[in-house]
């Protein structure tokens, strides 16, 4: 079993940054695809951003430009540093990670950027 630990979340203004980390825990296995979702209540849950094995990422458009993902192998864990963030960036942010087609989600940290 796969345990992920998210932290970063909270509470900023428009226009300033957080930063995410996202820890994995529990299985030796080898973290495929790692990334971040985000959900509204009431909505879907959305890709924000993902980086692969090979650290290609991929970014949903409405986030281009101002987050970057980024993993530490070694420490088997996944960032996501936010940038100029806007009050419809406000979220529920979870961490996904994919070891060979299974997946895992960790619990979801709050993010709040007020206007």
């Known amino acids: 079993q796969v345990h992920l630990v998210e932290s970063g979340g909270g509470l900023v203004q428009a226009g300033g940054s957080l930063r995410l980390s996202c820890a994995a825990s529990?299985?030796?296995?080898?973290?495929?695809?790692m990334g971040w979702y985000r959900q509204i209540p009431g909505k879907q849950r959305e890709l924000v951003a993902t980086?692969?094995?090979?650290?290609?990422?991929k970014y949903a458009d409405s986030v281009k430009g101002r987050f970057t993902i980024s993993r530490d192998n070694a420490k088997r864990t996944v960032y996501l540093q936010m940038n100029s963030l806007k009050p419809e960036d406000t979220a529920v942010y979870y961490c996904?990670?994919?070891?060979?087609?299974?997946?895992?989600w960790g619990e979801g940290t709050l993010v709040t950027v007020s206007s």
């Open positions: 996904h990670v994919d070891i060979w087609g299974n997946d895992f």
């Open positions: 529990g299985s030796d296995f080898t973290l495929n695809t």
């Open positions: 980086v692969f094995t090979g650290g290609s990422t």
